[in-house]
């Protein structure tokens, strides 16, 4: 079955980097786009991110993570990355790993929290 | 970019029906599919309609969506309320550069 479990989340200070994993299994990785989305505690969902299938040559960001976050993907390791630099609070939230099946988020994993506080 | 609007909230009593609507912002409703979340508390969203009205296999037909160009708006309908469909309801569209956009989500309520 399909499943994607996110990792690497934690404290951070402001201004400070973290890289987010997913691990993804039980499909063909590399046949998918897959995509970041986050949830600020309390809040709805923010699309942050998504790269294409294969190669990865295509990505894109939301405007509020544009310069500072990088997607990026491992199909040998079936694996998916976020990483984030000049964290800010407004930055905290639960992070999810999504499948993205044609504009579809049909599988999520159950999300890694990151929080930003000094 | 447009944006998608939704109510905060929504209640209902069990065995009825309800429809949360979903209204874009910009551009036509039609442009792009719609699709539904559902999110209980502290679990990760799960689709219960994709294409605009289109179930994903095991969501119960208790569930339906539709889209409606003279309002220019999206919904999801429950009809049979369960306490168990009490949950966060989340629209999700997509822009020219095939970005996500979500609505800002509704609570509904089975009470």
């Known amino acids: 079955q399909v499943q994607l479990v996110e990792s690497g989340g934690g404290l951070v200070k402001p201004g400070g980097s973290l890289r987010l994993s997913c691990a993804a299994s039980?499909?063909?990785?590399?046949?998918?786009?897959m995509s970041w989305i986050r949830q600020a505690p309390g809040k709805g969902l923010e699309w942050v991110s998504y790269?294409?299938?294969?190669?990865?040559?295509?990505?894109y960001y939301a405007d509020s993570v544009k310069g500072r976050f990088t997607i990026s993907r491992d199909n040998a390791k079936n694996s998916l990355y976020l990483q984030m630099n000049s964290l800010t609070a407004e930055d905290t939230a639960v992070y999810y790993c999504?499948?993205?099946?044609?504009?579809?988020?049909?599988?999520w994993g159950q999300g890694t929290l990151v929080t930003v506080s000094s | 970019n447009f944006m998608l609007t939704q109510p905060h909230s929504v209640s209902e009593s069990p065995g009825k029906t309800v429809t949360i609507s979903c209204t874009r912002s910009s551009g036509s409703i039609a442009s792009n599919y719609v699709q539904w979340y559902q999110q209980r508390p502290g679990s990760a969203p799960s689709a219960v309609i994709y294409?605009?009205?289109?179930?994903p296999s095991g969501v119960p037909d208790r569930f339906s969506g539709s889209i409606d160009s003279s309002s220019n708006s999206a919904s999801l309908t429950i009809s049979g309320l369960k306490t168990e469909d009490e949950a966060d309801y989340y629209c999700q569209s997509y822009d020219s550069n095939n970005q996500g956009v979500f609505g800002g989500g509704t609570k509904l309520t089975v009470l």
């Open positions: 039980g499909f063909t990785f590399s046949d998918y786009y």
């Open positions: 790269i294409s299938s294969y190669s990865g040559g295509t990505t």
């Open positions: 999504a499948r993205d099946s044609a504009f579809l988020y049909d599988y």
């Open positions: 294409e605009d009205n289109q179930r």
